[in-house]
C-alpha cells in the first residue's frame, strides 16, 4: 500500500516536473535576445530544484567562466568573478553560495557539441538530497540551456553583423552623397570607358569644354571622336592604362568655337577592366604660365642690356689699372663691380631655368657623355678660381658613358660643386665620387662642412627655399637646389641628400646609361 502511493507520487511529480520543464522551455526560447536568454536561464534554474538562487557561467575561448547571469546573487558578488574550467570549479562555486548564505549547493555543466560552454549553478538555503529526478530534471534544463545560449549567441553575432552592415552602408551612402556632391562642383569632364576606349558614360562640369555633343560620343571610341592626332594620343594612353602604377597624363589642344583651348586629361584604371578619363581645360594656366615666361624674359632682356655694358666697363677699368700698376683699393673696388655683375646674372640665369623647368620648355640635347672624364674637365676649369685643389675626383675603371645634355649636366654640377665649396670650412676637401648602379650612374658630390638640420633636409630642393646659413648670407634666390632637380628629373634620373649636423653633407644624382 506504501509503495503504491510512493509511485502515484512519483508518477504525479513526473508530470508537474514536465510541465514546470515545459513552461521553462516556453520561457527561455521565448526570445533571441542574449540578455534576456540568459536573464531566463538564471531565473529558470532557480526555481526547478526550488532553490533561492542561480548562477549561470559562461566560458570563453580560453577556457575561463565567468558570471554571465545571475538570480537573488547580488552583482557586487559575481562581479569579477573568473573560474578557470578544470577540477577545482565545482568546489570554487560552492563557496560562492556559502559567501551569500546558501549553503546548499548543485551545479552542472552545459555541453555544446561536446564542448563545455558553461555551468549552471544552483543555490538553495536548506540542505536536501538531490535524488536522480532532479539531477535529471536540472541536467535537461542544462542541456535546453545550451542550446538556447547558442542560439541567441548566434543571434546576437548576426544582429550585430547586421547592425555593422547597415552602419557601413550609412557610411557609404554618407560617403556617396559627399562624392556625389564634390563630383557636381567640379569643373572638369568626366568619362568612363571600357577597355577599348568606347565612351560608356559622361559627365561635364563645364559643358563648353565638350568637343561634341553626348549623342555623338556616346557609345564611340574616344579616339574616334577626337582628331585624329589627339585620338592617337588617346589611343596610346588606353593602352597604358593597365600596366600603369599611377595615372597616366596627356596634353593637347582643341579647336573650340571659343578659339583653341588646351586640355589635360588623366587616365586611370577602374572597376571591371574600365576606364576612367578626367579631363581639365588648362587654357587660363597655360596663358599664365606663357605670360610669366614673356615677363621674365622681357626682364631679364632689359637687365642683362645694363649689366653687359656695366661689366664690360669695369672689365675695360680693371685692365687699365692694371697697366698703370695701380692696386689697392680701386681695384678691389672694380673687382666687387664685377662679382656682383656675375652674380646678377646668374639671378636672372636661375630665373630662366626655373621659368623654363616649371613651363616644360627646358629642351635637352643628350649624347653619350664620358662622366670621368668631364667631371675632371670641370674641376681643371675651376682651377683659376684656387678652387680645384679641393676637390678630388674617384671614379672607377671602364666606366660606361651617360646619355646627358652637356650643357645641363655642367650646370647640374657646378651648382653642387659651388654649394658644396661655399658652406664647407676652407681648405677642407670636396670628394666626388662616381658609381655604376645598374643601368645608371650614381655622382655623389661630399663635403665636410656644417651639415643641414633635419628639419630642413625635405625642403631642400624646393624653390625659393633657402637654409637658414644661406639667408645669413644674403646670396641668391633659393633657386640653385630646385633647377639642379628639376634638370636631374628632365635627365630621368633621380637627386637626393644625406646629411649629419656637425660632419657634412652628401648630395647624390643619378644619370641613365
Not at 549547493?105 to 535524488?131: K, M, N, S
Not at 553626348?214 to 592604362?241: C, N, T, W, Y
Not at 646678377?344 to 626655373?354: G, K, P, R, S, V
Request: aromatic share 6%; hydrophobic share 40%; glycine share 10%.
Amino acid at each position: 500500500m506504501v509503495a503504491r502511493q510512493r509511485r502515484q507520487r512519483t508518477g504525479r511529480t513526473t508530470i508537474e516536473d514536465y510541465r514546470k520543464l515545459i513552461e521553462i522551455f516556453r520561457l527561455i526560447t521565448g526570445s533571441l535576445e542574449y540578455g534576456s536568454v540568459l536573464s531566463a536561464v538564471a531565473e529558470q534554474a532557480a526555481q526547478v530544484l526550488g532553490g533561492g538562487a542561480a548562477a549561470l557561467l559562461l566560458c570563453d575561448g580560453e577556457g575561463t567562466l565567468r558570471v554571465a547571469a545571475a538570480h537573488n546573487i547580488p552583482a557586487e558578488r559575481t562581479a569579477g568573478v573568473e573560474l578557470q574550467v578544470g577540477p577545482g570549479v565545482m568546489d570554487a562555486l560552492r563557496n560562492l553560495g556559502r559567501d551569500v548564505g546558501l549553503p546548499a549547493f548543485t551545479g552542472v555543466p552545459l555541453v555544446w557539441r561536446g564542448e563545455t560552454i558553461g555551468v549552471l549553478a544552483v543555490y538553495r538555503r536548506h540542505r536536501r538530497r538531490v535524488d536522480a529526478a532532479d539531477e535529471g530534471l536540472l541536467g535537461t534544463l542544462a542541456d535546453q540551456a545550451a542550446i538556447a545560449v547558442q542560439n541567441a549567441r548566434q543571434y546576437e553575432v548576426e544582429r550585430r553583423a547586421r547592425a555593422e552592415a547597415e552602419a557601413a552602408r550609412e557610411r557609404v551612402a554618407d560617403i556617396a552623397a559627399e562624392l556625389r556632391a564634390l563630383f557636381q562642383a567640379i569643373p572638369d569632364l568626366y568619362f568612363r570607358l571600357d577597355s577599348q576606349g568606347t565612351i560608356l558614360d559622361y559627365k561635364a562640369g563645364r559643358p563648353a569644354d565638350l568637343y561634341v555633343p553626348p549623342e555623338v560620343f556616346l557609345g564611340k571610341r574616344m579616339q574616334d571622336v577626337l582628331p585624329p592626332a589627339v585620338g592617337q594620343l588617346f589611343h596610346e594612353a588606353i593602352s597604358q592604362v593597365p600596366r600603369a602604377s599611377e595615372p597616366i597624363a596627356i596634353e593637347y589642344s582643341l579647336p573650340m568655337p571659343t578659339g583653341e583651348q588646351i586640355f589635360e586629361a588623366r587616365l586611370l584604371p577602374f572597376l571591371h577592366g574600365q576606364i576612367v578619363v578626367v579631363v581639365r581645360n588648362i587654357t587660363r594656366r597655360k596663358q599664365a604660365e606663357q605670360l610669366r615666361e614673356d615677363y621674365i624674359h622681357t626682364i631679364s632682356h632689359d637687365l642683362r642690356a645694363p649689366l653687359t655694358i656695366i661689366s664690360g666697363h669695369a672689365q675695360m677699368l680693371q685692365r687699365t689699372l692694371l697697366r698703370e700698376g695701380l692696386d689697392g683699393p680701386k681695384q678691389r673696388g672694380v673687382e666687387a663691380i664685377l662679382t656682383s655683375a656675375r652674380r646678377a646674372n646668374a639671378m636672372i640665369q636661375d630665373l630662366l631655368e626655373a621659368a623654363r623647368l616649371e613651363t616644360g620648355q627646358v629642351k635637352l640635347n643628350p649624347r653619350p657623355v664620358g662622366l670621368g672624364q668631364f667631371v675632371r674637365d670641370l674641376v681643371g676649369r675651376l682651377a683659376g678660381a684656387g678652387e680645384a685643389e679641393r676637390i678630388r675626383v674617384e671614379t672607377p675603371e671602364g666606366l660606361p658613358p651617360v646619355a646627358a645634355d652637356p650643357d645641363r649636366l655642367e650646370r647640374i654640377l657646378m651648382n653642387l660643386l659651388s654649394n658644396a665649396l661655399k658652406y664647407s670650412s676652407p681648405g677642407s676637401e670636396i670628394t666626388v665620387r662616381l658609381e655604376r648602379r645598374g643601368g645608371e650612374v650614381v655622382t655623389s658630390v661630399t663635403d665636410h662642412g656644417p651639415g643641414i638640420a633635419p628639419e630642413e633636409l625635405s625642403h631642400l630642393f624646393e624653390r625659393h627655399y633657402r637654409t637658414r646659413e644661406a639667408t645669413e648670407r644674403r646670396e641668391g634666390l633659393g633657386l640653385g637646389l630646385y633647377i639642379t632637380k628639376g634638370l636631374v628629373e628632365a635627365h630621368g634620373g633621380r637627386i637626393w641628400v644625406q646629411s649629419e649636423l656637425g660632419k657634412g653633407s652628401t648630395f647624390s644624382f643619378t644619370l641613365p646609361l
